[in-house]
């Protein structure tokens, strides 16, 4: 089920140190550059024996264009061993770039070596260190690629890189790490393993997400809401996602709003629709939603119920965040908002998240959640 080996706690960067390999390509952003992270990796590569070839071209929603330059250089190292630092726009950019090498390499007819795929994030959200998805824009739209190549063989969670994240990405990310972890649970995929994962994650969140908000320097909660991330990436790479991931991708590229933060505004409409909360709430998504406020010790005695709680509990979190209310109090142009509908929710419909949504939506339904949500 797990195909990545994790090392986790602080100075866990030590660990590079024990790979074995000659050369490493390094994935980076231009913050852990200036943070001195990349250098960090590169001395505990190099004590290790491996030289290393750095590109730190990585920008927010990489695309097509990023990892074909990524890739010309990668191809060009001769590495064997291939190493990303920094969120998830370096990881998606090495899974890119992994992804696009054995589309060119089996065109040309070469043997396939996939190299040793070092995943190190330096923010709690993603989970991306574990999972086979990565998400690439592509002519302005964002697609999710799911293939267990660009799967990670080794997770280096070392929580000291993550230490100057600021309070807004502390939040957006963690929130993603709730969805993540949610979504995993009410999957159609969903089993007893991904279920203990998931729930372990969603408590993790609820426990330490808001201390980490109201101080970044809480050694505790840094470390607890990272191995979060780590776990609910677990999940969701066995479980799958849903239509809350799927409505952020296409929001999120349209209107240039984070993920983390796309997530948030979504994800109490999405709840109420996959538990049929206008209806009967007596769906497959209530009773699973109902399990989750049991476990965070809210009333649930009936679906309905436990799913109102749990979302009372969500919305109080998400407000001590200071996530906005709606999409439009980030200042997205209504106009501009009601054109983009239709082409946003039939991006929504194809997403590769929405067939494990525990409710399959029609397009008029992703409109309506949208609608709601503005």
Do not use: W
Not at 4 to 25: C, D, E, H, M, P
Not at 274 to 299: T, V
């Amino acid at each position: 089920m797990l195909k990545t080996k994790v090392y986790f706690n602080n100075q866990s960067l030590k660990s590079l140190r024990k790979i074995s390999g000659n050369r490493a390509f390094i994935v980076s952003d231009s913050i852990m550059e200036s943070l001195g992270y990349l250098q960090e990796v590169v001395d505990h590569l190099n004590e290790a024996g491996i030289s290393s070839t750095v590109f730190t071209g990585v920008r927010p929603d990489p695309d097509v264009g990023l990892i074909a330059d990524g890739l010309k250089l990668y191809r060009n190292s001769g590495a064997d061993v291939l190493v990303a630092i920094g969120g998830g726009s370096a990881i998606d950019t090495a899974k890119g770039i992994l992804y696009f090498m054995r589309k060119f390499e089996s065109i040309e007819g070469l043997e396939i070596k996939k190299p040793l795929f070092i995943a190190i994030p330096s923010t709690s959200g993603t989970g991306s260190e574990v999972t086979d998805f990565s998400v690439i824009t592509s002519e302005g739209e964002k697609v999710v690629i799911i293939d267990e190549l660009i799967s990670p063989d080794i997770a280096i969670l070392d929580s000291t890189c993550i230490q100057h994240v600021p309070q807004r990405v502390a939040a957006d990310t963690g929130i993603d790490v709730l969805v993540h972890a949610i979504e995993a649970y009410v999957s159609t995929k969903a089993t007893d393993f991904t279920d203990a994962l998931a729930e372990k994650a969603i408590k993790l969140i609820f426990e330490n997400l808001e201390s980490l908000y109201k101080d970044t320097k809480n050694d505790q909660a840094r470390d607890r809401v990272l191995n979060a991330s780590c776990i609910a990436g677990m999940a969701f790479t066995n479980a799958g996602l849903g239509i809350n991931h799927s409505l952020a991708h296409a929001l999120g590229g349209t209107f240039h709003i984070s993920h983390g933060r796309s997530n948030a505004l979504l994800l109490l409409a999405v709840i109420e629709y996959n538990a049929e909360l206008s209806g009967s709430a007596s769906s497959y998504a209530a009773e699973r939603y109902s399990k989750l406020a049991k476990i965070l010790d809210l009333p649930a005695r009936t679906r309905r119920e436990g799913t109102v709680n749990f979302m009372l509990a969500i919305k109080k979190l998400i407000k001590a965040l200071g996530v906005e209310e709606n999409i439009r109090a980030l200042g997205v142009d209504q106009i501009e908002f009601e054109k983009a509908l239709e082409q946003m929710s039939e991006t929504a419909v194809q997403d590769r998240c929405t067939p494990t949504n525990p409710k399959q939506p029609s397009k008029e339904d992703l409109i309506r959640i949208y609608q709601k949500c503005y």
